[in-house]
């Protein structure tokens, strides 16, 4: 079991950066698979990137080259580095912690961070 609790968010114009946080405790991060989703209004919530315990990343097509997921284990932390932003980007997005399958808890979310790319 982890909690999240994301912060970074805010209002940014086009073309602009913003650089997410994740806090986690609760549980030993480094075991955690992390990932951020996004959810806009009247639309399902989304994959952005994750990345692995090891440090192995993905990303969605959308983001690919603008964004950058990382970790810092030692401060229980995930971060999503978010570059060249577009009006496309607004969303709450949302941190994600995924156990590994030897665990017998369940994937946790953090509450959101608001974030609008507006002129």
């Known amino acids: 079991q982890v909690q999240l609790v994301e912060s970074g968010g805010g209002l940014v114009q086009p073309g602009g950066s913003l650089r997410l946080s994740c806090a986690a405790s609760?549980?030993?991060?480094?075991?955690?698979?992390m990932g951020w989703y996004r959810q806009a209004p009247g639309r399902q919530r989304e994959l952005v990137a994750t990345?692995?315990?090891?440090?192995?990343?993905n990303y969605a097509d959308s983001v690919k080259g603008r964004f950058t997921i990382s970790r810092d284990n030692a401060k229980n932390t995930v971060y999503l580095q978010m570059n060249s932003l577009k009006p496309e980007d607004t969303a709450v997005y949302y941190c994600?912690?995924?156990?590994?399958?030897?665990?017998?808890?369940?994937?946790?979310w953090g509450q959101g961070t608001q974030v609008t790319v507006s002129s």
């Open positions: 990345i692995t315990r090891g440090g192995s990343t």
């Open positions: 609760g549980s030993i991060f480094s075991i955690y698979a």
């Open positions: 994600n912690a995924q156990p590994p399958a030897w665990d017998g808890s369940s994937s946790s």
